[in-house]
């Protein structure tokens, strides 16, 4: 099975800061790679699939990026609704689907 | 709009089957561009995917090897819904329990989740 790894676990920041989150496989996954954003007793919400494909209705301060193994989450410009656990999921080799094991930002 | 709706108890016993259902609006269980799937979350395991059903002229199901012998996962047609069914539970097992549509375009996404179900497995 794949294994995908997230750094940083958590990270600090300010609103306005510019976000960045990286994603690796463990083998290549082409573009294969989705992106959510979840809140403390909220499921997870869709925010990028297939690497760099917003999805429908997610502000375009969200932004992927990345092919083969590695892969970037950025926040152009860090909001207060933004403070969330994010976690990347691999879709090339489903199933079984895998999740990383998210990177938590907060408020610095 | 898609919506999935979970419903089922939040208490379980050690050794009994947790059993939860997810009813579907907006679209079908029978749909040719999706599966259906149920995930699970704990501080221990994080986001943890247990199994799909999925239909393509037969039904099909697939299961993480970590529940392999504990899981069924069924559709039903006539309601519209898919449901979990996780036997002999144990404290292992508690977990919030998510139900989620994993949608084909040009890729796989698991774009509507169900608001989740806290399971709590005790005596």
């Known amino acids: 099975d794949i294994q995908m790894t997230q750094s940083p676990s958590s990270l600090s920041a300010s609103v306005g800061d510019r976000v960045t989150i990286t994603c690796r496989a463990s083998?290549?996954?082409?573009?294969?790679l989705n992106w959510y954003q979840q809140k403390p007793g909220k499921a997870p919400k869709l925010l990028i699939y297939?690497?760099?494909s917003l999805q429908s209705g997610v502000p375009s301060r969200f932004s992927g990026s990345g092919s083969g193994t590695d892969f970037t989450l950025t926040i152009s410009s860090l909001q207060a609704e933004d403070f969330a656990t994010y976690y990347c999921q691999e879709s090339y080799s489903i199933p079984p689907v895998t999740f990383g094991p998210g990177t938590k930002v907060d408020i610095k | 709009q898609v919506q999935l709706q979970q419903s089922g108890p939040g208490l379980v016993k050690p050794s009994q089957t947790l059993s939860l259902t997810c009813a579907i609006s907006?679209?079908?269980?029978?749909?040719?561009?999706?599966?259906w799937n149920w995930v699970r979350q704990s501080p221990s395991r994080g986001l943890e995917w247990l199994g799909r059903t999925y239909y393509r002229s037969n039904w099909y199901n697939d299961y993480a090897v970590s529940v392999k012998s504990r899981i069924t996962i069924n559709a039903d047609t006539s309601k519209n819904h898919f449901s979990l069914q996780l036997n002999s539970v144990t404290p292992e097992d508690a977990a919030v329990y998510y139900c989620?549509?994993?949608?084909?375009?040009?890729?796989?996404?698991?774009?509507?989740w169900g608001k989740g179900t806290t399971v709590t497995v005790s005596s």
């Open positions: 989620a549509r994993d949608q084909y375009t040009s890729s796989w996404y698991m774009d509507v």
């Open positions: 297939a690497a760099s």
């Open positions: 083998q290549s996954i082409s573009n294969y």
């Open positions: 907006g679209d079908s269980v029978s749909s040719l561009s999706a599966t």
